[in-house]
């Protein structure tokens, strides 16, 4: 009934996703902010266990927008071909900026998502630009427990996004109800540097003129990443440029997922590649 129910509502959910597999099940999961989608490999319905990865979106899109991304679809079929259910969150719309409510609505879709196929109880964050801040906070403070943050040319330093003139400080304020500057107790930065280290991999281009990569994805990998276990990926270009959306940088994080399921005990001898490298 569960195959049936997936089934069903691939055959609905609207928009079609691009390039989507046809070994891949889609099914949109609806809240008053807008539509997630869940994206489940066939093998994770019955056959095997399967990580889940939390995607959230760039500030002004989606998750149907990436869900039509072109280019974010590299992630999306690397991924799903790892034997690796995706979510794309809507994050509580197009800028919420990781705002905590944004956290409800994420606990909401984890518990919806997990219960459609066979989850092997761990759970990574990929945060894409101002989604680095959502995926940043389910780690350090959120509704449960997150193995692995992925981030994209991702904020990290909300401080740093609150002095950048013009709508991003409008944002932020309704996004915290905040009458006054951004205190550091709500920096997913600060609280990242005073807790445990995390396992991170951080890609990001010191080109980047939009999310200052020396600013945000820099100093948290050097603050808080864990040893042993986090990549930094230095990209060269703009702000989310094509080549940051490549089939190597893709692997890069299949081949991060899958080196924690395997440390976790976590993974099954189906469960991806050999652990290497793969430059971009």
Same mark, same amino acid.
């Given at each position: 009934?569960?195959?049936?129910?997936?089934?069903? =509502?691939?055959?609905?959910?609207?928009?079609?996703?691009?390039?989507?597999?046809?070994?891949?099940?889609?099914?949109?999961?609806?809240?008053?902010?807008?539509?997630?989608?869940?994206?489940?490999?066939?093998?994770?319905?019955?056959?095997?266990?399967?990580?889940?990865?939390?995607?959230?979106?760039?500030?002004?899109?989606?998750?149907?927008?990436?869900?039509? @991304?072109?280019?974010?679809?590299?992630? !999306?079929?690397?991924? =799903?071909?790892?034997?690796?259910?995706?979510?794309?969150?809507?994050?509580?719309?197009?800028?919420?900026?990781?705002?905590?409510?944004?956290?409800?609505?994420?606990?909401?879709?984890?518990?919806?998502?997990?219960?459609?196929?066979?989850?092997?109880?761990?759970?990574?964050?990929?945060?894409?630009?101002?989604?680095?801040? =959502?995926?940043?906070?389910?780690?350090?403070?959120?509704?449960?427990?997150?193995?692995?943050?992925?981030?994209?040319?991702?904020?990290?330093?909300?401080?740093?996004?609150?002095? !950048?003139?013009?709508?991003?400080?409008?944002?932020?304020?309704?996004?915290?109800?905040? @009458?006054?500057?951004?205190?550091? =107790?709500?920096?997913?930065?600060?609280? &990242?540097?005073?807790?445990?280290?995390?396992?991170?991999? !951080?890609?990001? @281009?010191?080109?980047?003129? !939009?999310?200052?990569?020396?600013?945000?994805?820099?100093?948290?990998?050097?603050? &808080? &990443?864990?040893?042993?276990?986090?990549?930094?990926?230095?990209?060269?270009?703009?702000?989310?440029?094509?080549?940051?959306? @490549?089939?190597?940088?893709?692997?890069?994080?299949?081949?991060?997922?899958?080196?924690?399921?395997?440390?976790?005990?976590?993974?099954?001898?189906?469960?991806?590649?050999?652990?290497?490298?793969?430059?971009?």
């Amino acid at each position: 009934m569960r195959l049936l129910a997936l089934l069903l =509502t691939l055959l609905l959910a609207a928009p079609v996703a691009a390039a989507l597999s046809p070994s891949v099940l889609l099914r949109r999961l609806d809240q008053p902010d807008g539509p997630s989608y869940l994206l489940v490999p066939h093998p994770c319905l019955q056959q095997r266990r399967c990580p889940l990865m939390v995607v959230s979106h760039p500030r002004g899109q989606s998750a149907e927008r990436l869900l039509q @991304s072109t280019p974010f679809s590299a992630y !999306v079929e690397a991924l =799903t071909g790892a034997d690796i259910a995706v979510l794309l969150s809507n994050d509580g719309g197009p800028t919420g900026w990781g705002r905590p409510a944004a956290l409800t609505r994420l606990d909401e879709l984890h518990r919806e998502s997990v219960a459609q196929f066979q989850y092997s109880g761990h759970t990574y964050a990929f945060g894409v630009s101002m989604g680095g801040l =959502t995926a940043l906070r389910s780690a350090l403070a959120g509704p449960y427990p997150v193995s692995g943050v992925v981030l994209l040319d991702a904020w990290a330093d909300l401080r740093v996004a609150w002095a !950048v003139p013009g709508s991003h400080r409008r944002e932020l304020e309704e996004a915290y109800v905040l @009458s006054g500057p951004m205190p550091p =107790t709500l920096d997913p930065l600060v609280l &990242a540097e005073a807790g445990p280290r995390l396992p991170l991999l !951080v890609m990001g @281009s010191r080109d980047d003129a !939009v999310v200052p990569f020396m600013d945000n994805g820099l100093p948290l990998f050097e603050r &808080a &990443a864990a040893p042993g276990v986090s990549t930094l990926v230095t990209l060269h270009g703009p702000h989310l440029g094509g080549s940051h959306f @490549s089939p190597a940088l893709a692997q890069r994080v299949v081949q991060f997922v899958t080196a924690l399921e395997r440390l976790d005990g976590g993974c099954e001898d189906a469960c991806g590649a050999p652990d290497q490298l793969v430059e971009p």
